[in-house]
C-alpha cells in the first residue's frame, strides 16, 4: 500500500531543499486536507521553531492524558506541576488519551535551553538537557493546543533552541505605576512567547516604586504624586510584593532585572532626601520634575553620603533579586550641577580625574566594585563608557549600537537595545512590527570573535506617553512577538509573511 509521504515544513537554509519540501507538503496538501489543517496549526508558534517536521494524525489532548516524569528528579517537578494544572484548566472534546513525557537527557544532542517536542498518536515527549528546555517545550505545546480547538495536537517532530541568551522586554514602572497584577500578567506573556529577561524600570525622576526598608521614605514620599497632576499614578511594590514578582517569574523561567537610575534621572530621591543632591536644596517640592526628558538636578558625585545611600539601597535591592546583572541606569546625567559643585569639583581634584566625564566614569566604578564585591554584575546604558567603563561592567546599548559595538571590542558583555528598533514607547509609524522583525542583533560591523558578547536584545516600553494598561499593551503587542522571534529564531527560518499569519492567531490567546 502507498502510504502518503510527509508533509514537511523544514527550516534550513538550503533553498533548493526547501523548495523542493514545498512542492512535496503541496502536493501533500492536495492529498490530504486534514494535514492543511494542522500545517496553519503547526505554523502559528510564536516565536517559530527553528526545525518542524510534520507528521500524519494526531494526539488527543484531554483530561485523562497522563503528565510522566521521573519523580526522583525535583528539577522537573515544577514544570511537571505546570504542565499538570495547564491541562486541567484547558478545555477539551474529548477526555483524551495517552501520556506527555518530560524527560531530562543529559546527553541529548541539543542545545542550551533546547528541547525536542515528538507528538505521536498516543504519546507526547519532551526532551531537553535542562528543566528550561522542557519549559520551552511546554509552551510550544501550549500554543499548538490553543490553535488547535478540541486538543487535537498534530503528530510532528519539533527541534528547537534560543538563537540568544537574554530575550528581554524592559517595563518602566516609574513614570507610570504598574500594579503587581498587571507585571505578573506580563510574566505569563513572556513566558508563552519564550522571553527570559524582565527588565523593570523602578526608580525615575517620576516616582520611586521600591520599598527599600532603611529609608522608608523613598516609598512614602518619592512615589506619591500630587493629585493635581491628573494620570499620574501613585504607588511602589512592597518587599512581598517584588519576592511575589521574582518568584513568579523564576517559575516560568523569567529572571526580573531591577534598575535603580544613578546618578541622573533621581530628582524623586531629592523629595525626600535633598542633600543627596549637589544644591541640597530643601525646598524641593515633589514632583520635582515633571518629564519626560531630562532634569539637570542629578546625584551628588562628590558626597560620600550619595554612595554610603546607593549601597545600602543596592544591599537590599541585590536581596530582592537573584538576577546576576543589577541595572544602575548612568544614562542621561548632565553634568552642570557638578561643575557648579563645589564637592564634586573637589572630588575631581582629589581622584585627579579630568572633567565631569570621568567624574561619572569614577560614580559608576565605585558603584561597579559594591556590586561586584556582592556577588553580581552592574549593568548600565552605554552612557556608563564615557569616561572610561567599569572592568567588569555590561553595557545596554540603547542610542543606536555603537556604544554595543564598542563594548563588545572591549570584552564586555552587551544587550542591545536600540531605539531604532527597539523602542516600543515610539509609534508604529516610526517603528513597525516589520521593522521590529528586520532586527539583527549582532551587528554586521562586529568581528565574528566578539560578537559572543551580544547576549541579545530587549524591548524598552517607557511610560510617559501611553500610561494606561491598555495603551502600554497596544504598544508592545504585535512588536513583541517580532522581537520574540528575533531573539530565538535564526534569520534563515525568520519570514515575516508568515509571522504576520501566526500574529493573527496569537493576538487572541496573549490577553
Ligand atoms: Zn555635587
Partial sequence: ????????????????????????????????????????RLVSVIPKPQSAILHRGYFSLGSQTQVKF???????????DQTIEWIRTCNFSEAGKGTIELLIDNQADLK?????????????????????????????????????????????DITDYPAFGWRGLMLDCSRTFLP?????????????????????????????????????????????????????????????????????????????????EMPGHSTEIFAAYPDLSCKGNKSVIFPYFKGPGVTGDILCAGNDSVYVFMENVLREVIALFPSEYIHIGGDEAPKESWQNCRKCQNRIQSEGLKGEAELQSYFIRRMEKFIHSQGRKLIGWDEILEGGLAENAAVMSWRG?????????????????????????????????????????????LPIEQSKFILGAQANMWTHIARTETAIDAQIFPRLF????????????RDYADLERRIGVKSAEIK
Fill in 1 to 40: 500500500m502507498l502510504r502518503p509521504k510527509r508533509s514537511t515544513i523544514k527550516v534550513g537554509c538550503e533553498l533548493l531543499k526547501n523548495s523542493i519540501l514545498t512542492i512535496l507538503s503541496f502536493l501533500f496538501l492536495i492529498s490530504c486536507k486534514q494535514v492543511d489543517n494542522s500545517e496553519n
Fill in 70 to 80: 521521573d519523580l526522583a528528579n525535583l528539577s522537573i517537578k515544577s514544570v511537571a
Fill in 112 to 156: 542550551l535551553s533546547g528541547y525536542r517536542l515528538l507528538v505521536q498518536k498516543r504519546r507526547i515527549r519532551i526532551t531537553a538537557k535542562e528543566p528550561s528546555g522542557l519549559f520551552y517545550g511546554i509552551q510550544t505545546l501550549r500554543q499548538l493546543m490553543a490553535a488547535n480547538p478540541g486538543g487535537k495536537i498534530p503528530c510532528l
Fill in 180 to 260: 503587581k497584577a498587571y507585571i505578573l500578567k506580563y510574566i505569563d506573556r513572556l513566558a508563552l512567547i519564550k522571553m527570559n529577561v524582565l527588565h523593570l524600570h523602578l526608580t525615575d525622576d517620576q516616582g520611586w516604586r521600591i520599598e527599600i526598608r532603611k529609608y522608608p521614605e523613598l516609598a512614602r514620599i518619592c512615589s506619591n504624586f500630587d493629585p493635581q497632576y491628573p494620570g499620574e499614578v501613585n504607588g511602589f511594590y512592597t518587599q512581598d510584593d517584588i519576592r511575589e514578582i521574582v518568584a513568579y517569574a523564576s517559575k516560568n523561567y523569567i529572571t526580573v532585572v531591577p534598575e535603580i
Fill in 401 to 445: 549600537v555603537q556604544g554595543g559595538i564598542d563594548a563588545a571590542k572591549m570584552g564586555h558583555s552587551v544587550v542591545m537595545s536600540p531605539t531604532s528598533h527597539c523602542y516600543f514607547d515610539y509609534s508604529y509609524e516610526t517603528t513597525s512590527t516589520e521593522k521590529v522583525y528586520s532586527y539583527l542583533p549582532v551587528p554586521k560591523e
Fill in 482 to 493: 517580532a522581537l520574540a522571534e528575533v531573539l530565538w529564531t535564526n534569520p534563515v527560518v
